[in-house]
């Protein structure tokens, strides 16, 4: 049975920067999909107004995770193009 413990995923994001990206290709769909989520549950009356507090929030970790796991790939990329003609 696999759980997805966040502090072990943490430990293991904290061993390379691919498994890190990894992370965050996994976490920036997530946090989307429960923003889209939480917004129906809103429009259909299951959540309450404050409920799109945290919708927001998780939208805009998304929108962070997304950010920062371009400009980890895109660093990756330079050093390894200035590693190669170094």
Same mark, same amino acid.
């Given at each position: 049975m696999v759980t997805?413990?966040?502090l072990? *995923? =943490?430990?293991?994001g904290a061993v390379t920067v691919l498994t890190g990206v990894c992370l965050l290709l996994w976490a920036g769909p997530?946090?989307?999909g429960a923003f889209a *989520? =939480?917004?129906?549950g809103v429009l259909r009356d299951l959540?309450?107004?404050l409920?799109?507090?945290v919708a927001f929030f998780?939208?805009?970790t998304a929108l962070l995770c997304r950010l920062t796991g371009r400009r980890l790939v895109s660093r990756a990329g330079a050093a390894r193009t200035v590693?190669?003609?170094g």
């Open positions: 997805h413990d966040p072990r *995923l =943490v430990l293991i997530q946090k989307f *989520l =939480v917004g129906v959540f309450g107004p409920a799109l507090l998780d939208l805009a590693g190669a003609g």
